[in-house]
């Protein structure tokens, strides 16, 4: 029996949702080999993204390989020398290395100009942009996917030979293949503000942490001339449920936190305080199903520890590509042949994850924050002496370094030996202070026992479920550390 199979005809190859940094740098390299390509984007461009603006060094030379770092914007764009940390009122101010190459020096971009620069570069590449549209669903078919996207004169539908989300932290694509909205346990929320007329230096980031809103944290990074971008990313779930009220934090906290109400001096806010999540990868995610792909945000690519995702949203654009051209050629659009990109992932990224969502899991008890705290001063406090120490914590919290870098042996032997330090000269000045000074100590710390074990009591269900989560986490790290162990014994 002859079976004819139907020629469909297809409105390009690859379908993209989302024309962020993920979707535009994907959309540059498959456009690049000829691959015919749809960006749909719900904006027109330039369009603004909440965001902190901090670009990484990885992300820089993933912008360079786009050829935007040649731009003459992008010499203008504001560079970062150094980063300040605060814990209370302690400070560290950390020189970032400087690279070879100028270029890849950290910078602070406001996202209504690099996004804009990617979309361009992508477009000059041959990539087609549907602006002002919006994906509203779609279905997986055995030989296309079909897609539904709402334009301001009505629907109209989209066949392709795959689909890939970049659609961002909300994104409808996983939305469609998860059949449910993300988990809050995986969730930060990002609020942003930009400043003028703030105190410098212009080339100085400055990162806050403080009992009130740990583990979360805030920013202040500088766009130039006098201006910044202000925020904080705070764990979704113990955040008032109301938009309004969320925003009166952020202002409230700034005014409480004395060093960043400093820097922002007699600064005015310029436009609205804007909000927007950020989803960061649970162990379960899925990320390639039949004929589909996620890349960026909408795969869940955030850093816990920094709120970081350009760079992620960057590189998992171009690893995505190597696999999708693959595909293209081989006219194969199987979960099979989409699971390459899925391995380079997991090779390049799943480690790093687990480590900071574990660190995110053990800090996110609010019962624990004042340990908490303890143990960053006693962090901080060796990087004011170590410039190496120093360096790894500025790179952990600026995007720069893996956070795995945090499991270093030296580093956490650093970290053990400060700890005793602390406990010392604590001790000793203590001593020196004399027994009025102890039995304060002791009431102190006896009653913050007391807070804890009556948490617990109050909460038995809530401590089980965080500490099984710790667990689950803590497992998924110990796999890695074995994998990486048995790959450099070999
Ligand atoms: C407050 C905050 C601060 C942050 N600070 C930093 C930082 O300083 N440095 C850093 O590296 N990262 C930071 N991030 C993370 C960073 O913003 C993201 O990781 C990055 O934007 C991810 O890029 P993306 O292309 O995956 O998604 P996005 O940039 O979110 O792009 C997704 C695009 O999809 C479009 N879209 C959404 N739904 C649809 C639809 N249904 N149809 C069509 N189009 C759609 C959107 O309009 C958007 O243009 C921050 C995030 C937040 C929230």
Redesign the pocket.
Known sequence: MISIRPVYKYDCDVLI???????SSLAYYLAKEGISVII????KFP?D????????RV?LTELQALGITDLKEFSEANIVNDVALFVEDEKVSVGLAKPENHLLQGRVIPRLQL?NWIYKAAKKMGAAYLED???SSYTVHKEYVLAEIKERNGANHIRAKMIVG???????VARILHGIKPDEAYQLL???AYFEGVNGPDDRCDIFFSKENFPGLFWF?PTGKGTANV?S?MIASTLPQNETHVKELLLQQIQKNKNLAQRIGDGKIRGKISG???TFQSPTHQVVNERLAL????AGL?NPLS???????LLSGRWASETIIECCRKNNFSIAALTAYKKKLHKEMAYDMAVSNLLIKVTRNRTFTPLWMEVLLIVFERAKSDAEYASIIAGIFD?TLPSYKALNPSFILKSILQGGVHIGVNTTSGILQGPKHWEQKTKDTGLLLKNIIQNIKQNPREQVKWLTGIARTGLEVSGHILKEMKTRER
Request: proline content about 4%; hydrophobic content about 35%; charged content about 20%.
């Open positions: 949702i989302g024309g962020g940094p993920a979707g749909v984007e719900a904006y369009r993204k909440t965001c902190g603006d901090a670009v990484s992300a996004d549209a919006r994906l970049a659609d961002g932290s909300n994104s409808t990002g609020l942003r990074f925020g990313a927007w999540p950020l890349i960026g945000d909408a955030i709120g970081d995702g350009i760079q992620y949203a995007g």
